[in-house]
Nanobody, 117 residues
Framework: VQLQASGGGLVQTGGSLRLSCAAS???????????MGWYRQAPGKERELVAS???????NYADSVKGRFTISRDNRKKMASLQMNSLKPEDTAVYYC?????????WGQGTQVTVSS
């Protein structure tokens, strides 16, 4: 079971990035039943939840990203995405894709997002 994250990079303040997470080694039905999310970890800080989406498409966002980030999922493609707009330097971190199914957590390898001021 793997989660492959992509889409990170260097962007200026106010710019946008779209992160994608592709799940492999899991059936479509299991993916559909999984909670998907994005976490981030900045240097010297703990990993924190950025956004999550349930099988029923209910979403949850950290207060710091509400109104700027949008999480979505495509169950047919077994993918989750995070659209990040109006990026700020404090959004700089390694972003991790997360999947939770039957109380088991799965993590991707992380993708670096750097926002320059």
């Amino acid at each position: 079971v793997q989660l492959q994250a992509s889409g990170g990079g260097l962007v200026q303040t106010g710019g946008s990035l779209r992160l994608s997470c592709a799940a492999s080694g899991v059936t479509s039905s299991v993916f559909w039943a999984s909670d998907m999310g994005w976490y981030r970890q900045a240097p010297g800080k703990e990993r924190e939840l950025v956004a999550s989406i349930t099988p029923g498409d209910s979403t949850n966002y950290a207060d710091s990203v509400k109104g700027r980030f949008t999480i979505s999922r495509d169950n047919r493609k077994k993918m989750a995405s995070l659209q990040m707009n109006s990026l700020k330097p404090e959004d700089t971190a390694v972003y991790y894709c997360h999947r939770r199914w039957e109380r088991v957590d799965y993590w991707g390898q992380g993708t670096q997002v750097t926002v320059s001021s």
